[in-house]
């Protein structure tokens, strides 16, 4: 089966900020959970989101607004289920905990469950 993106994009996001992580280009980059900053990731994503995929969790609605933003400007956009994210990260033996490795977990996250 021939893959549906070529590039992911996790996002962690929490109430002020999010964390987004570009698979392809193994970088993270942080933003102001605002209108501001998903214009923000929009332009530093420019190159790579006609083709990716973006993941992202629920986290008491902190994603709303993101979510929407995202919609809005037809990208590809996963909502994933925390409790799926989080076995997901045990089965790789990761215990710790910060924005970056979520954001990086979630963009693999969809790269493996991307054809399911």
Do not use: P, W
Not at 30 to 45: A, I
Not at 75 to 84: E, F
């Amino acid at each position: 089966m021939t893959a549906l993106y070529n590039n992911f994009i996790g996002i962690d996001i929490g109430k002020h900020e999010f964390v987004s992580f570009l698979k392809n280009d193994d970088k993270t980059n942080c933003y102001k959970n605002d209108l501001k900053g998903f214009h923000k990731f929009l332009k530093d994503h420019k190159d790579y989101l006609c083709n990716s995929l973006v993941v992202l969790e629920t986290t008491g609605g902190y994603e709303s607004k993101c979510l929407e933003f995202l919609l809005d400007n037809n990208l590809a956009v996963h909502r994933a289920d925390t409790r799926k994210v989080k076995n997901f990260i045990r089965s790789f033996g990761q215990h710790a905990k910060t924005d970056n490795l979520d954001a990086k977990a979630l963009s693999l996250y969809g790269n493996e469950r991307q054809e399911r």
